[in-house]
């Protein structure tokens, strides 16, 4: 399938945000067709249940739908109060919503286009040659901008309805073969990407050694996707520290939120509430989520790190670290642990042995939980809201 350029709507329109709920390639067709029309797109998650889709629906209040019930791209009214979009609004993706509702991220074509050119000058990107590859979830601004990219650019582009490792390894080979791909760290573990140029890596902290294909993104909804690659910012994208903070600025970034509320201060600054730092090569380091961070005998240990650590033990699954209050810490940190199926689970002394070889000795976890699964988001997020008992801190 090889994609065209939106046709953005007339200034005297007035627009509507459409949602789609169909499979990804199904979905590909009806974007075209919604922006066509100049109006906006809400991607739903195929893999909600029916609440879910409802509770979506709700907080975003389409206009219309495309579902599939009135042909592949017809539009049924929802006959509910839609505020309309902005000239130029092209997408709403919801946020992973790792605490919280999820919000509306009101994107425009230009910065759905600036985020397309800025990724293919950094991945040297030939549209007469180079193929990408959809096969994450489209509700999430990881697997939506890799359509978005190869519709806006007109690069060809394969779409699966959901990830299979053995379609991904396979779509790398023959000679229509995809040459990119976008995937998390869960996914890439699973395929051998060895067949693609570019692997482009996001979603969460990612600790283990990867090939020189691997290219690792960090960036948030709100910027349209990654905007940082590798550590360094995409062309025209500007980061800066701030108290600790990541703040963003670039053509790519957010209009507002679905409610009109706007992030960026007056200067178009995003503040995004992750912590990071500079590196000796003048490569951005993201320690973690603000809120994640955990102050253990007043010192600040931040959970990615910890959980890199941790995860170098054999019999090590899956982590995910949290912080719980302490009398005599005020928090104490604790490893919520997915144990590798037929081995014996590690034990506490051995993780805490483990994360000394690399982090300060505050930084070691001082409870072991063995867990079944790790509350992840679609793209590999940890939900620590969602660990373990009420009084585990996030």
Same mark, same amino acid.
């Given at each position: 399938?090889?994609? &065209? ?12 945000? +459409?949602? *789609? ?38 907080a975003m209040a389409p206009a219309a739908i495309v579902d599939g019930s009135t042909g592949p791209t017809g539009r049924r009214l929802?006959?509910?109060? &839609? ?21 509306? +991220? ?9 985020? #397309? ?18 096969? $994450? ?62 692997? +482009? ?8 050694? =990867? ?29 800066? *520290?701030?108290?600790?903070? *990541? ?18 201060? #007056? ?12 590196? $000796?090569?003048?490569?951005?380091? +993201? ?60 034990? $506490? ?11 300060? =000795?505050? #930084? ?11 509350? =992840? ?18």
């Amino acid at each position: 399938m090889v994609g &065209s350029a939106p046709n953005p709507r007339q200034a005297d329109d007035v627009g509507r945000l +459409v949602a *789609i709920d169909l499979p990804a390639g199904a979905a590909v067709e009806a974007l075209r067709s919604v922006w066509d029309e100049g109006d906006a797109v809400l991607m739903i998650d195929q893999r909600l249940p029916p609440p879910g889709r409802r509770q979506v629906l709700e907080a975003m209040a389409p206009a219309a739908i495309v579902d599939g019930s009135t042909g592949p791209t017809g539009r049924r009214l929802l006959g509910v109060e &839609s505020e309309p979009t902005e000239d130029g609004d092209a997408l709403v993706v919801t946020t992973s919503g790792t605490t919280g509702d999820p919000k509306g +991220v009101v994107l425009t074509h230009d910065a759905v286009a600036s985020h #397309a050119r800025a990724v293919h000058r950094r991945l040297e990107v030939d549209p007469t040659t180079d193929h990408w590859l959809a096969c $994450l979830p489209l509700a999430h601004v990881g697997g939506l901008g890799v359509v978005t990219r190869a519709l806006t650019t007109g690069t060809a582009l394969t779409v699966h309805d959901g990830f299979d490792a053995g379609r991904v390894t396979a779509a790398g080979s023959g000679a229509n073969r995809c040459t990119l791909v976008s995937l998390v760290p869960t996914a890439l573990g699973r395929t051998a990407t060895d067949r693609y140029r570019w692997v +482009v890596l996001g979603g969460s902290a990612d600790p283990a050694d =990867r090939p020189t294909n691997v290219i690792r993104t960090y960036g948030l909804t709100e910027s349209g996707g990654g905007v940082v690659y590798d550590g360094h910012p995409l062309d025209g994208v500007d980061v800066r *520290i701030v108290d600790n903070e *990541i703040w963003l600025r670039g053509p790519m970034l957010i209009r507002s939120y679905r409610n009109g509320t706007d992030p960026k201060d #007056a200067h178009g600054w995003l503040p995004t509430g992750d912590l990071g730092r500079w590196d $000796l090569d003048d490569a951005l380091i +993201v320690d973690g989520r603000r809120d994640d961070v955990i102050v253990t005998g007043g010192e600040n240990v931040w959970p990615p790190a910890v959980e890199a650590a941790l995860s170098m033990h054999p019999s090590v699954a899956d982590v995910a670290v949290g912080g719980r209050a302490d009398d005599e810490w005020g928090q104490r940190v604790v490893a919520f642990v997915v144990a590798r199926s037929g081995t014996e689970p590690p034990t $506490l002394a051995q993780l805490r042995d483990l994360a000394k070889q690399s982090l300060p =000795r505050f #930084a070691a976890p001082r409870e072991l939980i063995l867990v079944d699964t790790v509350p =992840r988001t679609a793209l590999g997020k940890v939900r620590r809201g969602l660990l373990g008992p009420e009084d585990i801190e996030t």
